[in-house]
């Protein structure tokens, strides 16, 4: 088998485009969910403490002879990133609850009894007519 052959086969695997599928959604929602923490839920937060803007958050660690040469911890990104994280795994984790309960129903659900062979069905029908002529 040659390599190309090998690689489209492994390439056009199902599993695989659905993976691609999966980054390419899981990015856009993460820009979703930026925006979101960035732009409606981290202002009001910073608001009721005080008027604070988390991205803005730094400490001065080391003062440069310009002010683009000072060294900053920015740990107001950090905790920007930490509220990001927590909605994604939110989101992720509800959207998985809601699968397990719709599979679990799926499970519950009893299944219609499977008919019974022809055969069967014919000799309960003979059974019957022998005891109706008794």
């Known amino acids: 088998m040659s390599l190309m052959k090998e690689f489209k086969e492994f390439a056009m695997r199902g599993n695989v485009i659905d993976l691609a599928v999966g980054v390419i959604i899981g990015a856009a929602f993460g820009k979703i969910v930026s925006s979101l923490v960035a732009d409606v ?5 910073g608001l009721l403490i005080g008027g604070i803007d988390f991205s ?3 400490a001065l660690l080391k003062e440069g002879a310009t ?3 000072n060294v900053f911890l920015r740990y107001g990104k950090f905790i920007q990133a930490i509220v990001d994280f927590l909605i994604v795994a939110w989101a992720i984790f509800m959207a998985i609850k809601g699968i397990n309960t719709l599979q679990r129903k799926k499970a519950e659900a009893p299944a219609a009894p499977a008919a019974p062979p022809a055969d069967v069905v014919l000799l309960t029908e003979i ?4 005891q ?3």
Request: aromatic share 0%.
């Open 41 to 45: 839920i981290m202002p009001p937060l």
């Open 67 to 69: 002010p683009e040469a």
């Open 56 to 58: 803005n958050l730094a």
């Open 132 to 134: 109706k002529s008794r």
């Open 127 to 130: 059974r019957d007519l022998l």
